[in-house]
């Protein structure tokens, strides 16, 4: 068995990936008579022959330490998980070596935070680690695939951040 120790997420550490989602900084505007700040255009959307769709997922949360066999990857388009609760949740990702997936990389988000996969990242699926796991996902609706998936022959075990 093979094992990767989950880190906190940062912006830094994940954008080769993506886009890490958060109210860090100041708003970029105060809008709605100055009872709200905008952080504006956080997420790259990328989508090829099709558009941005919102869909609901409600998944079952996950432990650690966590089985990885699987990662997929969206070649059309990227994809989008906002937690729908203050509940940080485990991000898995792997740089692409030649159509199949490196070494896996973990992140542990914090509460309130989101993130956005790159079209093309592979990527494990979405793991809540509380429960609701329920997540607005912002992703590619259109013709055609745009899912592949790879099973690694020796799973990856998860740990926890220290």
């Known amino acids: ?3 990767i120790q989950a880190v906190p997420i940062t912006a830094d550490a994940y ?5 890490l989602l958060d109210t860090s900084g100041t708003p970029d505007k105060i809008i709605n008579q100055g009872k ?3 952080y504006h255009d956080r997420a790259q959307l990328d989508f090829a022959d099709g558009r941005a769709g919102v869909s ?4 079952e949360p996950r432990a650690f ?7 997929e990857r969206h070649p059309s388009g990227s994809q989008c998980f906002v937690p729908m ?7 898995i990702v792997a740089e692409d070596k030649g159509d199949v997936p490196g070494v896996p990389q973990a992140f542990v988000t914090e509460p309130g935070q989101a993130i956005n996969f790159h079209r093309g990242t592979w990527h494990g699926v979405l793991t809540p680690l509380s429960a609701p796991g329920l997540f607005a ?3 590619r609706v259109g013709p055609g695939a745009n899912l592949e998936e790879h099973v690694f022959d020796t ?4 740990t926890a951040p220290t």
């Open 36 to 38: 709200c700040g905008r």
């Open 15 to 19: 954008a080769p990936f993506g886009d």
């Open 65 to 71: 330490p966590y089985l990885l066999d699987l990662v």
């Open 1 to 3: 068995m093979r094992e």
């Open 155 to 158: 799973p990856w075990t998860i």
């Open 85 to 91: 609760t203050r509940a940080p949740f485990l991000v």
């Open 137 to 139: 996902v912002i992703d």
């Open 56 to 59: 609901l997922f409600d998944a």
